[in-house]
Nanobody, 115 residues
Framework: QVQLVESGGGLVQAGGSLRLSCAASGSIFSIDTMGWYRQAPGKQRELVAAITSGGITNYADSVKGRFTISRTSAKNTLYLQMNSLKSEDTAVYYC?????????WGQGTQVTVSS
């Protein structure tokens, strides 16, 4: 019933920028938290950034100062602006939302950063 649709992934050179988007739709009463996770081959899935309904943000240490998370509440749309990209940022990025105390995930979008 709840669907998260991601877009914006692709190939970019190191030092470049990319913006990811995620739109939530379906039977939604409220979204407490939305966030971005990523998983590289052979690695654990990790939190990149999250934002609460009140606008409080949380970032992984590895992306602080380079990535910015934001959202448009009226459209339940989440964004991740990624600047100064590094090869270590290469991963599948997943949109996440907490709705009615349940956790929902997008299908993931590939981000590849070339050296």
């Amino acid at each position: 019933q709840v669907q998260l649709v991601e877009s914006g992934g692709g190939l970019v050179q190191a030092g470049g920028s990319l913006r990811l988007s995620c739109a939530a739709s379906g039977s939604i009463f409220s979204i407490d938290t939305m966030g971005w996770y990523r998983q590289a081959p052979g690695k654990q899935r990790e939190l990149v950034a999250a934002i609460t309904s009140g606008g409080i943000t949380n970032y992984a240490d590895s992306v602080k100062g380079r990535f910015t998370i934001s959202r448009t509440s009226a459209k339940n749309t989440l964004y991740l602006q990624m600047n100064s990209l590094k090869s270590e940022d290469t991963a599948v990025y997943y949109c996440n939302a907490v709705i009615h105390s349940f956790v929902f995930w997008g299908q993931g979008t590939q981000v590849t950063v070339s050296s």
